[in-house]
């Protein structure tokens, strides 16, 4: 069954999301090498490497389903925050913000019972409990550690084992 217009329009809106995700977190990373933060420039670079993929499996399911992948232009993201609770309080943020986008496909996707897509989407929802977590705790451990240097050295250096 080939894809409906409306999900091939909001899987293709979907591609540019993480593209523009790993947009956000490449520029993350140049901010955090500028910064002396190797080890989270290094989390950073991988992540937005995962986007890449992310991206590139709803690119291969549109093209199985017959439809067609239209690439639009990438927002730019910002390129400077205040510190590194700044910064990984909206690498959450944006985790969230891209969940909320998954559960609206999977609604769509149910109301036009298009189960192949369902299921696909089932793997982000699942990914993105991940994502969030993953956020999370990071910026927790920012959180506890932006005052003291030997524990922000620390969490970079864990940062970089990624
Ligand atoms: Fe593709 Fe980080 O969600």
Redesign the pocket.
Known sequence: MKISQQLEAKLNAQINA?LY?GYLYLSMATWAEANGLGGTANWLRK?AA??QT?AMKIFDFVFRRAGRVTLTAIEAPRTEWKDLEELFAQVYE??QK?TGMIYDLVRVARAEEDFATVEMLLW?VN??VE?EEDSLAIYEKVKVAKNHTCLLVKLDSQLGER
């Open positions: 993480e995700s992540q995962e986007e992310h944006h985790e891209v982000f990914e993105q994502e």
